[in-house]
């Protein structure tokens, strides 16, 4: 059965730092989602993409994050300068398309800021 | 967007019938209620989704009264293995709908014993 990759599962960084958080979606999907979820807490939406462009973002998704999908296949949420605050559990989905509801999951990347 | 209430802690024992129970008293009328399951640093995971009256897949079935303000998910003779949280979310995120964005809730955490 098709899944959703991310990479990697765990990334330590320090406090201002740049990390990027890589996804694979399951292929021929057409929507792509990042959410997060803070150890404890609620999962949190983040942003979503579609025909290469952001189709909605929440109010944490600020000027400090961006998405792109560079090569067709892979899914990239980069946090330029990280906070502590920014420590969570990633998790990027996909679905398929419109006539679906159905959001799939990877297994998220652990990121902890130092 | 239509808040819900489930309970936040539900125990059962291997072999049992497990329902919850979810109240969305202010549901709208293109709003869909789905249910996802998360186990511990894992994605979630979809279970079902339904609009009205009785869904059922292989995993569980969702009964919706007509007034449609709550909502119950069953999972037939459970197992240690369904110990998780389970999120029922209610949106505009149903066939068609071009969003998708899922508002998540603390869920209930269920707890299934030998």
């Known amino acids: 059965e098709p899944e959703v990759t991310q990479t990697p599962s765990h990334q330590v960084t320090q406090m201002g730092q740049e990390v990027i958080l890589r996804c694979v979606p399951i292929?021929?999907?057409?929507?792509f989602y990042w959410y997060r979820q803070i150890l404890g807490q609620k999962v949190e939406f983040l942003v979503s993409?579609?025909?290469?462009?952001?189709?909605?973002k929440s109010e944490i998704f600020d000027d400090q994050f961006s998405v792109e999908r560079p090569d067709g296949s892979n899914f990239t949420l980069k946090i330029r300068s990280t906070k502590l605050e920014d420590s969570a559990m990633y998790f990027c989905?996909?679905?398929?398309?419109?006539?679906?509801?159905?959001?799939?999951f990877g297994p998220g990347t652990r990121l902890t800021v130092t | 967007l239509a808040k819900t209430t489930q309970p936040i802690s539900m125990d059962s024992y291997e072999g049992q019938e497990v329902n919850i129970t979810c109240s969305h008293n202010?549901?709208?009328?293109?709003?869909?209620i789905t249910w996802y399951q998360q186990f511990p640093s894992q994605g979630p995971r979809f279970i079902i989704q339904?609009?009205?009256t009785k869904v059922t897949n292989e995993v569980a079935s969702l009964f919706i009264p007509a007034d449609r303000k709550s909502s119950t998910l069953s999972l037939p003779r459970v197992s240690l293995s369904d110990t998780a949280v389970y999120y029922c979310?209610?949106?505009?995120?149903?066939?068609?709908?071009?969003?998708?964005?899922?508002?998540f809730g603390r869920g209930t955490q269920l707890t299934v014993w030998p």
């Open positions: 339904g609009y009205k």
């Open positions: 993409f579609y025909n290469n462009e952001i189709s909605e």
């Open positions: 979310l209610v949106g505009d995120i149903g066939r068609g709908s071009t969003l998708g964005r899922l508002y």
């Open positions: 292929s021929n999907h057409l929507y």
């Open positions: 202010n549901i709208a009328t293109n709003d869909y």
């Open positions: 989905a996909s679905r398929p398309g419109d006539a679906s509801y159905e959001q799939y």
